[in-house]
């Protein structure tokens, strides 16, 4: 049976049919032999970082298999959350429970039933995850309430001692410091740190799948979608799915990527993603308290302020996740016409501090980026793509 685009390319799951092995820069090794020697290596725990949509779950889904994965997120831990509870309950394990034994009493035909309460030790629950060659997967650690992230890693440590597995997967700067700066933990500890997507590995998954599915792509082509994937396979996969719906909805019936067809591709691609708060917040920047902002004339005529200026400077072209300063001011003066006043580098500056601290006091879907060191950098493939291709500026 010929197989379907969405067999092919799948976003949001484990892709069969267009999983790309890469290399890891710093050892020439596959993230898939780094990751499997840290597993073999007992009373070591696994700490692996890497930017959102880097392939981090998959990895470990790859490596360990679905057999014998067993997947917890950091979302779900409360406060009050029982570790080892959960860690049986995601393995199958009852923790708690009520057993009825009859016996019968000596000496008599009498029945004597008894109700007894159980629940399971920890080291019960080591010894499955032991006997069963049971990896724990702590996916998106960060999610966990920081104050409970420490006791994770407490209880991560003295179960590693005794040979239980675990991978603990988290993104940088965050809530790595739980696992990598606990100096119980040091000695310990197998790292790998996971690097965004390179052009020519991400163009793979499109080689690779529109092979499979016998539709001709051009070489070029591939790079260009894979330019505007961000270092997301993630995204890579998105945007060639939407290709194959948009050809397999087209009339011509053709078996080809054409060129012109891919902006529309990026265009039905962020009807996915729901990033329109994020935006508005960022152009409004924070409160004024009924102070009125400067304005900028820009060379589309319209006016703008600075906060509306410095989202629009990251949307431009190219494509890029880590914008040095002076990349974003020269962005900015290209838009703002030249006979008029241009933002003083040092408001710009105070303005990116300022963005990055109204993001921060959000959700977890507003931090879509940082700035430091005088470095911008988007944390979130998604987030740029959006801005880029979901007519997400609007104007006020
Ligand atoms: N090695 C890979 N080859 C091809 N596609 C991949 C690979 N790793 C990830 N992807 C794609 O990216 C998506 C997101 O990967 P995921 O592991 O969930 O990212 P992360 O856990 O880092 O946020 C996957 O559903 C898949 O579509
Ligand atoms: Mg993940």
Redesign the pocket.
């Known amino acids: 049976m010929a197989l379907k685009a969405e067999d092919v390319?799948?976003?949001?799951?484990?892709?069969e049919y267009?999983?790309?092995?890469?290399k890891s820069a710093v050892s020439d090794l596959s993230y898939e032999f780094r990751l499997m020697q840290a597993i073999k290596v007992s009373g070591f725990l696994t700490s692996l970082v890497?930017?959102?949509?880097?392939?981090?779950?998959?990895?470990c889904e790859?490596v360990i298999g679905f057999e014998k994965i067993v997947e917890v997120s950091g979302a779900d831990f409360g406060e009050e959350t029982d570790f080892w509870k959960l860690v049986a309950s995601k393995a199958g394990l009852a923790y708690e429970g009520q057993f009825s034994s009859e016996k019968l009493i000596t000496g008599t035909q009498d029945r004597y039933s008894k109700n007894e309460a159980f629940s399971l030790t920890k080291d019960k629950i080591i010894d499955y995850y032991k006997n069963e060659n049971l990896v724990l997967v702590i996916?998106?650690f960060h999610y966990a309430p920081e104050e409970k992230r420490m006791r994770i890693a407490q209880q991560l440590k003295d179960a590693i001692r005794r040979g239980f597995k675990a991978i603990v997967?988290s993104l940088p700067h965050r809530a790595d410091e739980a696992i990598r700066r606990n100096a119980d933990l040091s000695g310990r500890l197998s790292m790998i740190n996971?690097e965004p997507w390179e052009v020519n590995e991400l163009k793979e998954?499109a080689v690779l799948g529109f092979e499979k599915l016998g539709i001709q792509i051009e070489d070029a082509v591939a790079t260009q979608i894979a330019i505007e994937s961000l270092s997301?396979?993630?995204l890579?996969?998105y945007i060639c799915l939407n290709i194959c719906t948009i050809l397999e909805m087209s009339e011509s019936n053709t078996r080809c990527v054409k060129q012109e067809i891919l902006e529309t591709a990026y265009r039905y691609t962020t009807a996915n993603f729901e990033y329109s708060d994020v935006v508005s917040l960022m152009q409004k920047g924070p409160n004024t308290r009924g102070k009125n902002r400067n304005r900028f004339r820009s060379n589309d005529g319209r006016e703008y302020d600075i906060y509306e200026l410095i989202v629009k400077s990251i949307a431009e072209n190219p494509p890029i996740m880590k914008l040095k300063f002076e990349d974003i001011k020269e962005r900015i003066y290209c838009l703002v016409s030249d006979d008029c006043g241009k933002p003083a580098p040092q408001t710009i500056k105070e303005s990116l501090a300022k963005l990055r601290e109204l993001l921060d006091a959000r959700e977890d879907i507003f931090k879509v980026l940082d700035w430091k060191e005088g470095i911008l950098y988007i944390l979130d493939p998604l987030f740029l793509f959006y801005l880029r291709w979901g007519g997400g500026i609007k104007h006020v």
Request: no cysteine; proline share 12%; hydrophobic share 35%.
């Open positions: 390319f799948r976003p949001g799951a484990f892709p267009t999983y790309i092995s890469r890497g930017p959102s949509k880097m392939g981090k779950t998959i990895l790859k996916d998106d997967i996971m998954i997301s396979p993630q890579m996969q």
